[in-house]
């Protein structure tokens, strides 16, 4: 298995709505971490995971809540959200945080869309 | 801040010719380089990758140069194909974590 599978591949949610975003690789990458992705921007980095542990929070405003349960899963939390916060939500995992030789490997997102 | 930026943000090509994207950057501390491509409706994919202590790097089509002196990094596309449309996004990595992409070139494969 050499995918990061995403769920859900899109939502709506309102400003009051507490929803989560769920990230799942089985590659034993030990690395993970969510990305947020604006139309015709680059991704930006938000959090990483390492072995489990948060390990970079790019200030991140906290109503965006990260969760690592285990080595396989990651976990975005959200809870009264903005309408500027619409955008692609992504999660990558890695092998380790570099040296790898192979970079990321990416999900398909979640399309968010706060109303 | 330091960033990664590219010089062209489309680049339009016919079938079969090749393709060069461009990128710049400005922290002289990277030491890895990422080339992504990005489909529309999925995630980056990774293209093909670089270190600092090398000037270039083949895979199947694909060529990466890196000119440390002018910090700046390009990739090739030979026989560019109809599949190849898409956004590409360079990176890079200055150790730890912390990978910074680019703001994207979009190609556009003429037929």
């Known amino acids: 298995d050499t995918e990061v599978t995403q769920t859900p591949k899109h939502l709506v949610m309102g400003m009051t709505n507490k929803k989560s975003l769920k990230c799942e690789q089985h590659m034993g990458h030990r690395a993970m971490y969510w990305y947020k992705q604006k139309a015709k921007k680059p991704p930006e980095l938000m959090f990483v995971?390492?072995?489990?542990?948060?390990?970079i929070n790019e200030s991140v405003p906290s109503r965006f809540s990260p969760e690592c349960p285990n080595s396989s899963l990651l976990n975005l939390h959200l809870h009264a959200l903005q309408p500027e916060d619409s955008a692609l939500y992504l999660c990558?995992?890695?092998?380790?945080?570099?040296?790898?030789?192979?970079?990321?490997?990416f999900g398909s997102g979640t399309r968010l869309t706060v109303v | 801040g330091e960033s990664v930026g590219l010089h062209l943000p489309t680049l339009s090509v016919q079938e079969g010719d090749n393709s060069i994207i461009n990128c710049a950057y400005s922290?002289?501390?990277?030491?890895?380089f990422i080339w992504y491509k990005q489909e529309s409706g999925k995630g980056p994919q990774f293209i093909i990758d670089?270190?600092?202590?090398?000037d270039k790097r083949q895979g199947q089509r694909v060529t990466v140069l890196l000119n440390k002196t002018v910090k700046h990094l390009s990739l090739q596309i030979a026989a560019t194909q109809p599949g190849d449309s898409a956004v590409y996004f360079c990176?890079?990595?200055?150790?730890?974590?912390?990978?910074?992409f680019g703001a994207g070139t979009r190609l556009f494969v003429k037929a």
């Open positions: 670089i270190r600092s202590n090398m």
């Open positions: 995971y390492s072995y489990e542990k948060l390990s």
């Open positions: 922290n002289s501390a990277s030491d890895y």
């Open positions: 990176a890079e990595n200055t150790g730890g974590f912390k990978t910074i």
């Open positions: 990558a995992s890695s092998q380790e945080a570099r040296d790898t030789g192979y970079g990321y490997t």
